[in-house]
Structures are given as C-alpha cells and as structure tokens.
C-alpha cells in the first residue's frame, strides 16, 4: 500500500470518528408537546392539566378530568444555528484556511394531539400523538469540512396509550405504553487530494427508520383544591433501525453496512412538577426535569461497528411560570426555564450545544364554556461556544457556535 492510500484510509477512519459524534446532540430532544405548555416554558407541565396535553408529561394527571377532552395543535420551532470564525485545517486539501459562515438552522413542524376519557370516578384512559426527539441541520454541499458538518436529519413520533387511577381524593396514578418510530438521515464526507485531483470521499450515509416500545408510570398528590403535585418518569426504548446505510469505516472492509441495523439508545426522563393557585385570579407552577443523556454512550451497529462512543452529561431542566385568570375570555400566562446541555468536553460544529434560557408568553382565548384557543411563544437563547475538533492526522477546526431557536404554536381545545 502506498503512502497516498494508507494515508487516505487513515483520514477515512479518523473523520468518521469525529463525524458520527455529530450525528445526534442534546438538541434532537424536543419540548414542544402543546403550545399551552410553550407559553409557560413547561413549568408545571406535569400536574396544571389545563386541557389534554397534561398526559404527555404525566398519565396520572388524567384523573383530574371529569369529562373527555381533547386537544390538537401545532408547534413550530424555527432554530437560528450559526458557526462562524472557522479555521479549517487540511494538509492533503486546497480547502485549508478560513471558511465562510454558515447558518444550518431549519424549520420544525410538530403537530400533536390528545384524547383524555374518564371511564367513572377512578378510571381514566387517554390516548396521543406527538413527538419528544427531532432535529436537522445541514451544511452546503461545497462546505470544506463536511467531515465535521454534512447532514444530520432525526424525527420521531410518538404514539401514547395511557391509563389513570384515583386512589383517594388526594392520591392518583397513572401509566401507559408509548410507541416510539424513529428516523434519520445521516451523510458525511471529506476531501482530499491536490487542488488538480481533488476527490470527495463519502463516509457515512445513513436512510433509516424503525420501531420501540417504551412505557412511564406517574403519580399526583392533591394537597387541596389549589395545591397539587405531580411526578413522573419515561422508560425511552432503544431504537433499532434499518435501512441503506453505508459506513466507510466498516471492519468487515465492506462499506455497505445496510444489512445491519443501526442502534439508538434514546433517554429516559424523569419530571416533578408543582401548582399553586394564590388567589382566584394568579397561580405559580414549576418544574424540574432529569433527562439521562449519559445513557446515550455510543452510536453502533449489530454488526460490529461502532460509529462513536460519547462523553455525555445528563441533563436538566429548571423550569419557573406564573399564570393570571384575566376573566371568563382570557387567560394570560409566562415562564423561564434554564435547560443544561448534555455536552461536556465533546463538543462539534454539526448540532451545536450548550446551556440554554426559554423567555416564553402565552394566552388561552375561551371561545364557550367547552372550548378555547392556545398560543404559545418562547425565544430559546443559546451561548457561544469555541469548538475545537482534531483528527489524528491533522484535520482540524476550530469555530465559534451559537445555537438560538423562535417556537410557536397555536392549539385547539375541547371538553364534552
């Protein structure tokens, strides 16, 4: 083997080491269940129970219903991703130097929706469509470092069929199985060569999709009319998914890999949740949330491969609203919420991450006495971030990232 070709084989394996940490982030997890929600930055998500969405953070809530309800809506959360300052580094390119700025943000639809239905005074079923995990950036195809950049494109959906059951007038449980269908694409590559003969090198393209079960159990404490708690926890399943998918770095020499399945450990969460209701016209809420990112150790195949291991941290959500009942029509409510990023010393230019601050407004118009309209409005204000990524041959780069993000979302609600 020659020294071009050994050194080409080395850079192949070298960037999808660095590449495939880049493929999922902290930033593929979602909070934009409801826009009730979105208007309070979540806080109290868990127990409020203001309209049917309530069983996508917590089952046992639904036994604060007295009448079926449903809720459908959507969410759209407009990220604003920026990596500029970058300095790539290259000795086998003509592409080494400064590099142009790129904004990689996309546009997120995320519809949802909710049926609650009391059975009697102690039972409850509930059944909703929604979304917990999904992100997409992509770099431009003549971007230099696409080894670091490329396409990362992750959704799910979330299929929930929940239970509720009142114990006593102050204690109630709750759970339900949630059907998790994933999906990704996933494409990086590298060039190499003299600026006459420069030639791009694909190293991982990934078109996958499959299937989990997961489960979450909860439970909510009435302390009285105007005072309630509420905890619950997410089992997220494992997602083995399928499809074509081909790996540069194969160990079996090959590099279409499609006949294996591509394993995605997906966190669990945990949340508890308070409500206060002070007087007739203004209630506080908040919430903490536990997300265990550190569970998503490594990206790999069952065949063999293993794309990256990860130096994740778990994450939390610190989350503090305030809610004023204006009169019959008009309900006003805001909220803060400081989220912690799941990345520690790892860190990368393709999903930037970093400690975030949710600003969040919203109202809820009653059109009758059964049915009302939500809006909800949060500014997501990341921080910026030095990334400095190194290959074991060379290949570097450094950048400043900043991760901003505008959701909104409108919803429709009813009670029979």
């Known amino acids: 083997m020659n020294k071009k070709r050994l050194f080409t084989k080395t850079m192949i394996a070298a960037a999808i080491t660095l590449t495939s940490q880049q493929a999922l982030s902290a930033g593929f997890q979602l909070n934009a269940q409801s826009a009730t929600g979105l208007g309070r930055a979540f806080a109290g998500d868990a127990v409020i129970a203001d309209n049917a969405s309530v069983m996508s953070r917590n089952a046992a809530a639904m036994s604060l219903f007295d009448a079926p309800a449903i809720s459908l809506g959507l969410n759209v959360i407009d990220t604003d991703i920026n990596i500029k300052n ?22 997120t639809l995320v519809p949802n929706i909710y049926y609650i239905h009391p059975i009697n005074d102690q039972w409850a079923v509930g059944a909703g469509i929604y979304s917990n995990f999904g992100t997409k950036t992509e770099f431009s195809d003549d971007y230099a470092a696409n080894e670091f950049g490329g396409l990362t494109d992750v959704k799910s959906v979330n299929f929930a069929l929940s239970a509720s059951y009142r ?179 790892k860190t990368s230019i393709s999903v930037p991450d970093s400690d975030r601050q ?41 950048a ?3 991760a901003n993000a505008l959701l909104y979302g409108i919803q429709y609600s009813r009670s029979f």
């Open 86 to 107: 970058a300095q790539y580094s290259n000795p086998r390119s003509a592409n080494s130097g400064s590099l142009d700025d790129q904004s990689v943000g996309d546009s």
């Open 167 to 345: 114990i006593n007038q102050q204690w109630s449980v709750g759970g339900g199985l949630d059907i998790v269908y994933g999906s990704g694409k996933l494409k990086r590559s590298v060039k190499v060569g003299p600026p006459t003969a420069e030639q791009k090198i694909n190293l991982l393209d990934v078109d996958a999709d499959g299937v989990g079960v997961g489960w979450n159990v909860g439970t909510v404490f009435e302390l009285d009319d105007r005072n309630r708690f509420g905890l619950s926890y997410r089992y997220s399943p494992e997602l083995e998914t399928e499809g074509d998918m081909s790996f540069a770095g194969s160990t079996s020499g090959n590099p279409d890999i499609s006949n294996d399945k591509l394993k995605m450990p997906l966190p669990d969460m945990a949340e508890f949740s308070g409500f206060h209701k002070l007087n007739d016209k203004f209630a506080v809420h908040y919430s903490v949330q536990w997300i265990g990112w550190s569970a998503f150790d490594k990206l790999a195949t069952t065949g063999g491969d293993t794309l990256n291991t990860y130096e994740w941290q778990d994450g939390w959500h610190y989350a503090l609203g305030g809610t004023y009942y204006l009169n019959n029509d008009w309900t006003l409510r805001t909220g803060y919420m400081y989220d912690t990023s799941a990345q520690d010393q």
């Open 358 to 398: 949710w600003f969040s407004g919203g109202f809820t118009y009653h059109l009758d006495a059964k049915s009302n309209i939500d809006f909800g409005l949060t500014y997501l204000m990341g921080k910026d971030v030095d990334v400095n990524e190194v290959s074991p041959v060379g290949t570097t780069i450094s």
């Open 400 to 402: 400043t990232t900043r």
